[in-house]
């Protein structure tokens, strides 16, 4: 089920593409014998929930289901490779831009009085942005997330990546595998991401980076959401972000049942928005397209 489990970033609920009655299929391949409503009731102790139809169909006729579902085979199988010969497999993502100040945040807590925040969350109030982007460490479950003061850019998802394996001493690697949504500033898209993967990591460290994106409207599945960023919605839940230091400190502070450990650091750079990449300059890159959907899979080569 690993590879078919998506979640809340929010809530932490999970659920699974899997019905009750494939996993019991599953299961007795394997010879354990159990019935869908044990699976069923094995399930939601695990937090997995039923869920109802969502108004999320995109009518893009360039996508199609067996694609996306295609697609979703060749992260799985790429992840096993990389597992196999133990490469680092990372899923990476921003999250939610929160307003740094005295305002409301989202849940309840246990306290003998309610907080008194403001009661509009008016932008022109607040003493920042706080533009968290995550790299979650699938086979270490480490977490790892810069907190950027900034624009949420390509520079500055690419410059995160390189300062995360710089301290994540991982010398003794030659190949890592990056699982990212298909927008925002890890966009399949964007030349700006693949160009400064190439010069600022492949080349700087001498690394292979192959990127996986998921389909449009999937990011949902991206591991990142569910393992690292909802435990951080869950632990400041109710809590007012009042500076930078009490939204890294909640970041640093978030653990979960399974071991995971949470790093944070504060990016103060400033970075610009509309960075443009020459033909010449993509013309550079040393990239290999992949035969199954080249621009959703790649490898840059060091």
Not at 7 to 16: A, F, N, R, V, Y
Not at 214 to 223: A, E, R
Not at 284 to 299: G, M, Q, V
């Amino acid at each position: 089920m690993e590879h078919d489990t998506a979640g809340d970033p929010i809530t932490g609920l999970k659920w699974t593409r899997k019905t009750t009655e494939k996993i019991a299929c599953e299961l007795k391949r394997q010879g354990i014998l159990v019935c869908a409503n044990t699976v069923g009731k094995l399930l939601k102790k695990l937090n997995f929930s039923l869920k109802v139809n969502h108004k999320k169909n995109e009518m893009n006729p360039n996508l199609d289901p067996k694609d996306r579902d295609q697609q979703f085979k060749y992260i799985a199988k790429t992840r096993e490779y990389f597992m196999e010969n133990n490469y680092f497999i990372i899923s990476v993502d921003g999250k939610k831009k929160e307003l740094i100040g005295n305002f409301k945040n989202t849940g309840a807590i246990y306290c003998r009085e309610a907080e008194d925040v403001n009661v509009y969350d008016y932008p022109s109030d607040a003493k920042g942005k706080g533009n968290p982007y995550g790299i979650y460490d699938i086979l270490a479950n480490t977490g790892t997330v810069f907190v950027g003061t900034s624009y949420d850019t390509p520079s500055f998802a690419v410059e995160s990546i390189a300062s995360w394996w710089n301290m994540a001493g991982s010398a003794n690697s030659s190949k890592v595998l990056i699982l990212a949504d298909g927008g925002g500033s890890n966009s399949s898209r964007s030349r700006v991401w693949k160009y400064e993967l190439q010069e600022k990591i492949c080349n700087k460290y001498e690394i292979d980076i192959t990127v996986c994106h998921y389909p449009p409207g999937c990011s949902k599945w991206n591991p990142i959401e569910h393992r690292l960023f909802s435990a951080i919605s869950d632990n400041w839940r109710g809590v007012p972000l009042r500076s930078y230091e009490v939204m890294l400190n909640h970041i640093k502070t978030t653990k979960n049942s399974k071991g995971l450990k949470v790093d944070a650091h504060l990016v103060t750079k400033h970075y610009e928005k509309g960075k443009k990449i020459s033909d010449k300059q993509m013309a550079s890159l040393r990239i290999k397209r992949h035969e199954i959907f080249p621009n959703w899979n790649y490898t840059l080569l060091a």
